[in-house]
T-cell receptor, first 113, second 115 residues
């Protein structure tokens, strides 16, 4: 079965330091993977998506993610955290051949001043 | 332009009652999804519409849940005989086409509380 595992439920970083949010996937096929962000009292927003093109995917707001098949990972990174990055982040996989999306349990990012 | 809207934003009901939750997708979007997000969890897929038809309803938890999209635009999620375990935020998303990898645009959700 296809799934994603977000390895950290909470991550705290200082403003201006790098961000790393970890996601591992399970899939027998070449997966379609996504990262979404959910700010308090706002709707989910797509950050970036991987669909078997370039393995390094750049998204909005300076975020990027690298698809590593050998490690079955799709970690989200940002070189320098901003206070406005504080939110909940979800790693998502689309089940091959369907329109069904499986969300991870989320990582809450806290940015310290 | 207008995003995805959902009404009501909050709904409180009693166990056993019937509720309807409405989703207005972005104009021109043919694909529409419903998800349920319980506290501390990620959204859980419920159903996917392509146009008027439910292309995948495998995520509906049981036959108390039903959704329609009669004209290929607005969708209504219907829950019969509500139970306390149905309490969650119900999210709707739409995307331009049925390609499956198109960006989904999410609404703000309806928070359902079953007492």
């Amino acid at each position: 079965a296809q799934s994603v595992t977000q390895l950290d439920s909470h991550v705290s970083v200082s403003e201006g330091t790098p961000v790393l949010l970890r996601c591992n996937y399970s899939s027998s096929y070449s997966p379609s993977l996504f990262w979404y962000v959910q700010h308090p009292n706002k709707g989910l927003q797509l950050l970036l998506k991987y669909t078997s093109a370039a393995t390094l995917v750049k998204g909005i707001n300076g975020f990027e993610a690298e698809f590593k098949k050998s490690e079955t990972s799709f970690h989200l990174t940002k070189p320098s955290a901003h206070m406005s990055d504080a939110a909940e982040y979800f790693c998502v996989v689309r089940i091959s051949g369907t329109y069904k999306y499986i969300f991870g349990t989320g990582t809450r990012l806290k940015v310290l001043a | 332009g207008a995003g995805v809207s959902q009404t009501p934003s909050n709904k409180v009901t009693e166990k056993g009652k019937y509720v309807e939750l409405r989703c207005d997708p972005i104009s021109g979007h043919t694909a529409l999804y419903w998800y349920r997000q319980s506290l501390g969890q990620g959204p859980e897929f419920l159903i996917y519409f392509q146009g008027t038809g439910a292309a995948d309803d495998s995520g509906l938890p049981n036959d108390r849940f039903f959704a329609v999209r009669p004209e290929g635009s607005v969708s209504t999620l219907k829950i019969q005989r509500t139970e306390r375990g149905d309490s969650a935020v119900y999210l709707c998303a739409s995307s331009l086409s049925s390609g499956g990898i198109d960006t989904q645009y999410f609404g703000p959700g309806t928070r359902l509380t079953v007492l």
